[in-house]
């Protein structure tokens, strides 16, 4: 059985996810100037550009971590427009849909792996101790953890506890997944761990989006690289032709600086 | 060596003090953290009317001698009527006194939960009871363990006020047997003891908890 298979119980709901003139300011801070996006299902976009051009803001409005001030966000049948009133049943609905996952993990600490990936499952889709429990040995299994089932996080390493947070959002089925920065706070060699699981729901048709650093995952998973600075998308398309021949300068000055890093 | 022996004499009506100490603490701490977990809602909520009850009822547990409380529990309410028997009166004080000073240290602790924990939870889509009483609530009641230790033993000795409308604790007890032999520096240094034997191990457990959790975070 595949990853993405596990996660939503065979019947994998691919989803697309439509945004439109995302705004987003801090006071005058103008962080997003009229961002629009489309992600078709089961591709794989990956988010680059320089620090503080707005890509975990942008990636939080989409699951409305941030609320954006205007803009159009479109998943499943849902059309949401964060700019006015949301009502609760659509914002429950989208974060149904999108999964996420942090640079920093986010477990909770006092719950073992198990619990993390469980506890959801019984508040959110209401399925019991058991059937839970079941699932998420099997997700456990899959990114190679079945071992570390009743551990704590601060037992495990960055490497398993992003793995473990990557089952705990998969287990609630999303048709979407976030990442934003999931390897910068690992090292090289444990961030290889976590991207290995990531190429393989990228392969097993999971609609993703991944905010990093990382150019080799982004030019070999990726079906869309999309590059934002100060404040916009500048520049989107097949990441092999915009990382060998980038159209904005803004880019090439990026790109130079992170390959010769 | 005749201290000794005379300790030895006095200790039955010393334990029975000590045990009536030991209630009043038990009691202002078991009715006392829950009303200030409650005061550290109240606190924190965005109704301004709550918040501003809340605050009143800590700032003035907090602000006013446990003593003046006492006073006006015992002496003053029976001016509205309403009369409690001297260790009621003692209870309800320092219940107020443990519930205003946990209530801080319980809305630090929940304060210190991390905005991860909470963002996390928004992004699996748990609903914001599930958060508080799943996520943030065990995390911040964790790091509120010695706080609320020290306010604990704050309490016990915190008992010995109630000498001050004759309830039979520990102080009481010890007054009556100087009372009668003028040996008032032996039963005090006897009770200064019964206090210290209580308060120096829950001291030590208190310190053991903060370096523990020092090296857990
Ligand atoms: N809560 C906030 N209040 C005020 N300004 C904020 C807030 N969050 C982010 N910003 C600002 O918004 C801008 C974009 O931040 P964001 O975190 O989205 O950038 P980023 O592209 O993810 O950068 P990095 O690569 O460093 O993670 C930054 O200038 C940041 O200072
Ligand atoms: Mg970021």
């Not at chain 1, 399925?127 to 699932?135: G, I, L």
């Amino acid at each position: 059985m595949t990853l993405a298979q596990i996660a939503d119980g065979q019947l994998a709901p691919r989803l697309g996810i439509k945004l439109d003139n995302i705004s987003k300011r801090y006071g005058d801070h103008v962080v997003l100037d009229d961002v629009s996006l489309h992600v078709e299902p089961g591709t794989v976009t990956a988010l680059i550009g320089p620090s503080g051009a707005g890509k975990s803001t942008f990636l939080r409005c989409i699951n409305l971590l941030e609320r954006p001030d205007s803009g159009t966000i479109q998943v499943a049948q849902h059309t949401i427009q964060p700019g006015k009133d949301v009502n609760s049943r659509d914002l429950a609905a989208l974060r149904r849909t999108v999964g996420m996952v942090f640079q920093s993990f986010n477990l909770f600490p006092h719950m073992s792996a198990l619990k993390n990936i469980s506890f959801p499952q019984q508040k959110v889709l209401g399925r019991s101790k058991e059937e839970a429990d079941e699932r998420s040995m099997q997700l456990l299994e899959r990114v190679g953890l079945k071992d570390k089932a009743h551990q704590h996080p601060s037992r495990c390493s960055g490497g398993q506890q992003q793995r473990i947070a990557i089952a705990r959002a998969l287990a609630l089925n999303p048709g979407i997944m976030l990442f934003d920065e999931p390897t910068s706070a690992l090292d090289p060699e444990v961030g290889l761990e976590v991207l290995a699981v990531m190429r393989e729901l990228a392969a097993d048709g999971m609609t993703m989006i991944v905010v990093t650093h990382e150019m080799q995952f982004a030019r070999d998973v990726s079906d869309t690289l999309v590059v934002m600075a100060d404040c916009r998308i500048i520049e989107q398309g097949d990441p092999r032709a915009i990382m060998s021949d980038p159209q904005e300068t803004r880019t090439r000055r990026f790109l130079r600086a992170v390959l010769e890093r | 060596m005749t201290w000794l022996a005379e300790w030895a004499a006095y200790l039955p009506q010393m334990m029975s003090g000590l045990g009536v100490s030991l209630l009043i603490a038990g009691v202002s701490i078991v009715a006392g953290y829950p009303l200030g977990l409650l005061l550290s809602l109240m606190v924190s909520t965005k109704n301004l009317a709550i918040r501003t009850l809340g605050l009143a009822v800590v700032e003035i547990g907090r602000g006013a001698p446990a003593l003046v409380i006492l006073y006006l529990f015992y002496y003053g309410l029976p001016k509205f009527g309403i009369a409690f028997e001297s260790i009621t009166a003692a209870c309800l004080a320092l219940i107020w006194n443990a519930a205003a000073y946990s209530s801080e240290i319980m809305r630090a602790g929940i304060q210190s939960v991390p905005r991860g924990q909470l963002e996390a939870s928004s992004a699996l889509g748990l609903a914001q009871h599930h958060t508080f009483f799943r996520v943030v609530l065990p995390q911040g009641m964790r790091s509120a363990i010695p706080g609320l230790m020290g306010v604990a033993i704050q309490m016990f000795q915190g008992t010995s006020l109630a000498y001050a409308i004759a309830v039979p604790e520990l102080m009481k007890s010890a007054y009556n047997i100087g009372s009668q032999d003028f040996n008032y520096l032996q039963i005090f240094t006897l009770a200064g003891l019964c206090y210290a034997v209580i308060s120096m191990p829950a001291t030590w457990i208190t310190v053991f908890f903060e370096k523990r959790m020092a090296r857990h975070t």
